[in-house]
RNA sequence: GCACCCAUAGCUCAGCUGGAUAGAGCGUUGCCCUCCGAAGGCAAAGGUCGCACGUUCGAAUCGUGCUGGGUGCGCCA
């Protein structure tokens, strides 16, 4: 739905309704299509301690009318303490008058009557261990059998409309390395929301409208007198990359010599929507390359000439944040060429920031800051509940300025979360590489996935913090060892996939209808029923990363889960009891189960991360 | 000078928006393949969570002030 002036370029308007989650491995190898049912075992069990302490409530053991909010059911760091733990005595010790262990105790007494209860105790200052029935975690996995990859899909999101925008790199070149990271980031952080329940929109805005794209004209111009047997003149300033020869050659078609003579104020306009088209092209292949996908593209330069940027700034004229005035000089750091100067500025102090902004330019024009309120306001209007930036550390000093115009703009209803991803280190075997701009020879997007592949650079790309800045080793992330860790998920997987095909090979059946229907109260070992437990912790980080926009956790999440199933792969060395393949094909089908399983659950965290899961190491 | 980000084991990093004895990989030391893939696993050693106050039942997490590093700071986006 393009509300308003059909504003996107090039409009694919979003009228078809889209899956949940759209990057689903295509094989059938991961399942799928199940009910997406509350399956969250930790806000089950806090739905019950939340019951009984309303039972306690209406008992008289508590007063009336507490809050409620701040009552957790987690899994506790020490497995020793149980299999979840709730704080519910210590929150509300306080506010009802009470002793916590007084509460804890009541409440323990309580639970236990639960049948999915095996045991609660109180602990420390007041903690509340709980111990499930094995029946429960055994529950779990046929419920996640019969549900498939949607396990973990949750409706936190309440089908709120959010707005993802990433990548947005100049139209002037290929895509560097340098856009990797936060293409990656944002678009897993797209599929993560969607996930949970988010309404999705992916979003790339092209800055087509500044100076760049002249000078991008100017580039190719010569390139396209050289496709004439001239002599190019890239002077300096100008773009020297060889991905202009082609453009050069595509105008030569198009204009044959009819260019030649003329001024640069006849052709420029014609050569710059040209050129621009052309880099954009190439930028939707590198993006696909990398395996992501945008909703929509919106044009800055779309923004002139239609009034947009007029009536972003007078609507915040009209709340008295627009006037004329002149700028402080930054203290301490005086620009050489300082002079006071008379500008139209935003007075963003008023929403948070540290000074007031220009909008215009001395000669009249607008900075680079009013289209991008216009684009936001844009936004704003076109009715999404909650905006999303991302864009690269060296723009921080821009995050407070655009806060405080959405915030101002949509009468601060609109949330902006702006993610700031810090850059990439590249190596070479340990050494730095060395990347000459000047030389043209950066490291594009393409070579990094023609060395790599999409899968490993995804991935990669997500085992950090967006914070944290990213060392990125052309050969570590291809070593097949435990400390690349996505070798060691993939491995993982196939190692239940290797499962799965021994069984079949000695004629067990292992269809997930089976493997669900199979007699699960064998999974009772308690190495098995702590796979399970991670299992069961699903759905709990699919949320609380959605939540927190951080979509690292889920790659931290499966290393997690790898870990544990190659420790449980690995006990069946010492003790046969725990292999996977029994002799007894009803005990091997319960085991295959909790494999499978487990498979699911990487399968579906490697479609968040838009990762292809491999059946086999090669 | 100001703003934002970072600081956790020798190294590289997680740490659930305030929970219990702070975790993982690498590296070091010692173990485990007639066995579903050892491309893996188990165990040990390794910590003043940069420093100092504060908030409270409780702080790596929140607040304030420092120290050290990164990014940015009016007519580039």
């Known amino acids: 739905m393009c509300a308003g002036s059909c504003f996107a370029f090039p409009c694919p308007c979003r009228s078809q309704a889209r899956p949940n989650l759209t990057r689903l491995p295509a094989s059938g190898m991961c399942g799928g299509n199940g009910r997406t049912d509350e399956m969250n075992l930790f806000t089950e069990l806090r739905s019950l301690v939340i019951a009984e302490l309303e039972a306690m409530t209406a008992a008289g053991a508590l007063p009336a009318g507490l809050d409620m909010s701040a009552v957790a059911v987690e899994p506790p760091r020490d497995p020793a303490h149980g299999d979840m733990a709730t704080n519910a005595a210590m929150v509300?010790?306080?506010?009802?008058?009470?002793?916590?262990?007084?509460?804890?105790?009541?409440?323990?007494?309580r639970l236990s009557g639960d049948p999915r209860i095996a045991s609660a105790e109180v602990a420390g200052p007041g903690f509340l261990n709980l111990r499930l029935q094995p029946v429960v975690w055994q529950g779990l996995v046929?419920?996640?059998?019969?549900?498939?990859t949607s396990y973990g899909s949750s409706a936190i999101g309440m089908g709120h409309k959010v707005n993802v925008e990433f990548v947005s790199a100049n139209p002037t070149g290929p895509m560097h390395v340098g856009h990797v990271r936060g293409a990656v980031v944002g678009d897993a952080l797209s599929n993560l929301l969607a996930f949970a329940g988010w309404d999705v929109t992916r979003e790339y805005y092209i800055n087509d409208g500044g100076?760049?794209?002249?000078?991008?004209?100017?580039?190719?111009?010569?390139?396209?007198?050289?496709?004439?047997?001239?002599?190019p003149e890239i002077r300096e300033g100008l773009y020297p990359g060889d991905y202009l020869i082609p453009v050069g050659e595509a105008l030569k078609e198009k204009y044959g010599t009819s260019l030649l003579?003329?001024?640069?104020?006849?052709?420029?306009?014609?050569?710059?929507?040209?050129?621009?088209?052309?880099?954009?092209?190439?930028?939707?292949?590198?993006?696909?390359?990398?395996?992501?996908?945008?909703?929509?593209?919106?044009?800055?330069?779309?923004?002139?000439?239609?009034?947009?940027?007029?009536a972003a700034i007078d609507t915040l004229r009209g709340m008295d944040l627009i006037y004329e005035g002149v700028l402080e000089p930054p203290k301490g750091k005086t620009p050489e060429d300082w002079e006071p100067r008379e500008q139209t500025l935003f007075r963003s102090t008023a929403h948070g920031d540290d000074v007031d902004r220009p909008v215009k330019k001395s000669d009249g024009s607008w900075t680079y800051f009013a289209p991008d309120i216009a684009y936001h306001y844009n936004k704003v209007r076109r009715g999404f509940d909650q905006l999303i930036d991302i864009f690269?550390?060296?723009?921080?000093?821009?995050?407070?300025?655009?806060?405080?115009?959405?915030?101002?703009?949509?009468?601060?209803?609109?949330?902006?979360?702006?993610?700031?991803?810090?850059?990439?280190?590249?190596?070479?075997?340990?050494?730095?590489?060395?990347?000459?701009?000047?030389?043209?020879t950066f490291v594009t997007l393409r070579?990094?996935?023609?060395e790599v592949g999409a899968d490993v650079t995804r991935f990669v790309m997500l085992t950090r913090k967006n914070d944290m800045a990213l060392d990125f080793d052309f050969d570590?992330?291809?070593?097949?060892?435990k400390d690349n860790p996505v070798f060691y998920v993939q491995y993982a997987n196939a190692r239940i996939n290797s499962v799965l095909r021994k069984a079949r090979e000695a004629g067990v059946a292992v269809d997930d209808a089976t493997l669900s229907a199979a007699n699960l109260a064998l999974l009772a070992h308690p190495a098995e029923l702590a796979l399970i437990a991670k299992l069961a912790e699903w759905p709990r980080l699919v949320e609380i990363a959605a939540r927190g926009n951080e979509p690292h956790r889920v790659a931290f999440y499966l290393y997690e889960l790898a870990s544990d199933l190659h420790g449980l792969w690995n006990r069946g060395n010492d003790e046969p009891g725990l292999r996977f393949i029994q002799d007894d094909p009803a005990v091997s089908q319960a085991k295959i189960a909790l494999a499978r399983a487990a498979g699911v659950v990487i399968c579906a965290g490697l479609a968040i991360l838009g990762v292809t899961p491999v059946e086999e190491m090669r």
């Open 261 to 310: 003579d003329q001024p640069e104020s006849v052709w420029l306009t014609d050569v710059r929507d040209f050129a621009t088209a052309r880099m954009m092209e190439m930028i939707r292949e590198d993006l696909a390359a990398l395996g992501v996908r945008m909703d929509v593209y919106s044009s800055e330069k779309a923004l002139y000439g239609t009034g947009e940027i007029e």
């Open 392 to 440: 690269g550390a060296d723009h921080g000093g821009y995050v407070k300025r655009m806060k405080a115009a959405v915030s101002a703009l949509s009468g601060g209803r609109v949330p902006l979360d702006i993610k700031l991803i810090q850059l990439v280190k590249l190596y070479k075997n340990g050494e730095p590489f060395k990347m000459s701009k000047r030389a043209g």
């Open 92 to 109: 509300l010790a306080k506010p009802a008058g009470k002793q916590p262990r007084a509460i804890a105790e009541d409440l323990a007494a």
């Open 142 to 148: 046929k419920a996640i059998l019969t549900t498939g």
């Open 211 to 231: 100076a760049q794209v002249d000078v991008l004209a100017r580039s190719a111009f010569e390139r396209y007198r050289e496709a004439n047997g001239l002599e």
């Open 476 to 481: 570590k992330v291809l070593e097949q060892s």
């Open 447 to 450: 070579d990094v996935v023609e």
